[in-house]
């Protein structure tokens, strides 16, 4: 999560408005942004029980800043939301905020508390033409470390697993999801979201629609 100054600690401080008024800038989607996990872990849930989502409490709790939302559907348009001035609070993804931190000196500060996270799994689909091309890529993306220390140093984000693996230089430190940054971090339950992205899906977008709690 993401604001001006150095101000939030955690993901569910973006539903306490008093502490931190102004407009917050939401992924427009329910997976992928932690938009549901922080709306229930506003609401008292505890990190190690978000799953199963109980989704009316979790919209129950986000109607409580319904009027504060502005939504975004890609990264940048996030911290762009963020430059603007459409938001003053944000969950974001650590890369595109962390850019315009240290390549734009923008006045955001990042907050790591309850971040939540996931794999991107890399794959060579089947039946693929040029099966070779991909199976040497997916070789330098495992053994070539330099490569994956240079990826780190530019975008903040580390190729998990290996994560342990490569060094981190201690410039990107406060930007990457390693070290005490992972200490409250919650892996979002990709399995569940597999498993029950329609009917999610259909109940978030009828809210974002009417702020009626799906049934």
């Given at each position: 999560?993401?604001?001006v100054?150095?101000?939030?600690?955690?993901?569910?401080?973006?539903?306490?408005?008093?502490?931190?008024?102004?407009?917050?800038?939401?992924?427009?989607?329910?997976?992928?942004?932690?938009?549901?996990?922080?709306?229930?872990?506003?609401?008292?849930v505890?990190?190690?029980a978000?799953?199963?989502?109980?989704?009316?409490?979790?919209?129950?709790?986000?109607?409580?800043?319904?009027?504060?939302?502005?939504?975004?559907?890609?990264?940048?348009?996030?911290?762009?939301?963020?430059?603007?001035?459409?938001?003053?609070?944000?969950l974001?993804?650590?890369g595109?905020?962390?850019?315009?931190?240290?390549?734009?000196?923008?006045?955001?500060?990042?907050?790591?508390?309850?971040?939540?996270?996931?794999?991107?799994?890399?794959?060579?689909?089947?039946?693929?033409?040029n099966?070779?091309?991909?199976?040497?890529?997916?070789?330098?993306?495992?053994?070539?470390?330099?490569?994956?220390?240079?990826?780190?140093?530019?975008?903040?984000?580390?190729?998990?697993?290996?994560?342990d693996?490569?060094?981190?230089?201690?410039?990107?430190?406060?930007?990457?999801?390693?070290?005490?940054?992972?200490k409250?971090a919650?892996?979002?339950?990709?399995?569940?979201?597999?498993?029950?992205?329609?009917?999610?899906?259909?109940?978030?977008n009828?809210?974002?629609?009417?702020?009626?709690?799906?049934?």
């Open positions: 999560m993401a604001g100054g150095q101000a939030s600690a955690a993901i569910e401080d973006i539903f306490d408005t008093k502490a931190f008024p102004g407009k917050r800038c939401l992924y427009k989607y329910p997976q992928f942004g932690g938009t549901m996990e922080a709306a229930l872990l506003a609401d008292g505890a990190a190690d978000l799953y199963p989502l109980d989704t009316k409490r979790a919209f129950a709790s986000l109607n409580k800043i319904r009027d504060d939302i502005v939504w975004w559907s890609s990264g940048s348009q996030g911290v762009q939301q963020l430059v603007s001035g459409a938001c003053d609070i944000a974001v993804w650590n595109p905020i962390s850019e315009a931190i240290r390549s734009n000196g923008s006045p955001f500060a990042i907050a790591w508390g309850h971040t939540i996270w996931d794999y991107t799994p890399v794959a060579i689909p089947k039946g693929v033409k099966e070779k091309a991909a199976q040497a890529f997916l070789k330098m993306m495992v053994e070539n470390k330099e490569a994956q220390e240079k990826f780190v140093a530019q975008t903040a984000y580390v190729l998990m697993p290996m994560k693996q490569v060094a981190i230089p201690d410039a990107i430190k406060a930007w990457v999801l390693g070290g005490d940054n992972t409250t919650i892996r979002e339950d990709d399995r569940y979201y597999t498993d029950n992205i329609d009917a999610i899906l259909k109940q978030f009828s809210w974002v629609v009417s702020g009626d709690i799906p049934q």
